[in-house]
């Protein structure tokens, strides 16, 4: 039985046309690097959007576009409100998605601890 996960995302991958480049792979408009895309190509479950509260903020150079990167402060903050979406993705979706958002150099994230601590 497949186990799904909300993936939580916010700049670019507000548009769930970029998003799908991570799920069927190809190369995103805007973008030098093409992605793998998932084992399992089927779209998201659900998708709907979301506020968060945390500051967003832009940063560095983006290796893949033509511009800075949209970060998010790590401090949580209930004045700020910047738009997100969810998607409702296979547990081993969100594992290559996080992968490939990441250029492919993080370890599987142990979602059962995040899910008993709070946080990973």
């Not at 995302?9 to 895309?37: C, D, W």
């Not at 779209?43 to 509260?53: A, K, R, V």
Request: charged share 25%; net charge negative; glycine share 8%.
């Amino acid at each position: 039985m497949k186990k799904y996960v909300w993936y939580v995302s916010y700049g670019s991958n507000l548009q769930r046309e970029r998003f799908m480049y991570y799920i069927q792979g190809g190369t995103p408009k805007g973008s030098s690097r093409a992605e793998v895309g998932c084992t399992d190509k089927t779209p998201p479950q659900e998708d709907q959007p979301i506020f968060l509260h945390y500051s967003l903020y832009f940063s560095k150079k983006s290796s893949k576009w033509h511009g800075s990167v949209a970060f998010l402060r790590t401090e949580q903050d209930e004045d700020s409100e910047t738009l997100g979406r969810a998607y409702l993705v296979t547990e081993e979706q969100f594992q290559e998605i996080v992968k490939q958002e990441n250029g492919n150099i993080i370890d599987p994230i142990n979602l059962d601890e995040i899910i008993e601590t709070g946080s990973g």
